[in-house]
């Protein structure tokens, strides 16, 4: 395990030094200047498990020099150094978000390796909170037959996008879909069937928009949406021609696709919006029937 020392004073240095090696790696720099450019040049994989950072550095100080770790994105725990009499220093830098402080003093050695071991065990703690949280999120929002956002998570982005476009002046569009035939084909095959038709059709939609950027949503049972931010209705008939020609040449049965589109106008509400989209396909469908 790795630890990055960043002390000046070269006593000091051999000092904690002794404490963590064994059983720590240290690395062992002498300026904030030095830290930042040997973090820069790490692959993520490199980072430090933690880092030892003295307050008291040439050119700039610890608390300084931790803002800018935070700055540019280093997820790594720092403990903070302080002489004795600095300890209002310590908890400022507590308050900033360093994990842990110690004091320059008679038994510093000795507290040096509890302490490092307490920051990088709460910061793993913390990491695989983080990550439970994020993958409860992707269970709420994401629709698990299909893999596109859930309903709920249609409406907070609408919203969401409503709000930029607005404010940016910028374009938003909508495309509402629903699948001809389904439950013929449904009722025909029987529902795990219909579960494959409902799979495909959220393959093919994911692989026809842009990736981090449109949102693709199962709206209903056989309804589907995509939000697509900065995009104008020729693009938005575009996306929906494709995803058109897919559904068909996948030959699922009788399943065809009809599409509603609408472009968001600074004066709507969301339903009005969401309505829009829903009258240009409940038209498309009753032009599909008279094709019929």
């Not at 820069?40 to 040439?58: C, K, M, N, Q, T």
């Not at 600095?86 to 842990?100: F, L, N, P, S």
């Amino acid at each position: 395990m790795k630890i990055l020392i960043i002390e000046d004073n070269p006593d000091h240095a051999a000092l904690a030094r002794l404490a963590l090696d064994p059983p720590f790696e240290v690395c062992l720099l002498e300026s904030g200047k030095d830290a930042l450019l040997y973090l820069e040049g790490l692959a993520r994989d490199d980072w430090p498990a933690a880092i030892l950072l003295d307050y008291s550095l040439p050119g700039m100080d610890g608390l300084t020099v931790f803002g800018r770790i935070v700055e540019r994105g280093y997820d790594i725990p720092v403990v903070m150094v302080t002489g004795q009499g600095d300890e209002r220093i310590a908890v400022e830098a507590m308050k900033k978000g360093t994990y842990d402080y110690v004091v320059k003093s008679g038994n510093y050695r000795a507290l040096l390796p509890s302490v490092i071991f307490k920051a990088v065990k709460q910061h793993e703690m913390e990491r695989e909170k983080a990550r439970l949280a994020l993958d409860l999120e992707r269970l709420v929002i994401t629709d698990d037959l299909t893999s596109l956002f859930s309903r709920r998570y249609f409406y907070r982005k609408i919203e969401e996008e409503m709000v930029r476009a607005k404010r940016q002046n910028g374009k938003l569009t909508l495309i509402l879909f629903d699948l001809d035939h389904f439950k013929e084909h449904n009722d025909t095959f029987g529902h795990l069937e219909g579960d494959r038709a409902l799979k495909e059709v959220g393959k093919i939609i994911l692989s026809s928009i842009r990736d981090k950027v449109d949102s693709g949503c199962r709206y209903g049972g056989d309804e589907f949406a995509i939000i697509l931010p900065s995009a104008d209705i020729k693009h938005a008939s575009d996306v929906a021609g494709r995803i058109q020609r897919s559904v068909r040449e996948k030959k699922m049965g009788n399943i065809d696709i009809s599409t509603g589109i609408a472009e968001y106008d600074s004066e709507s509400s969301m339903e009005d919006f969401i309505k829009a989209a829903d009258d240009a396909l409940y038209e498309a469908k009753k032009q599909e029937k008279r094709g019929d």
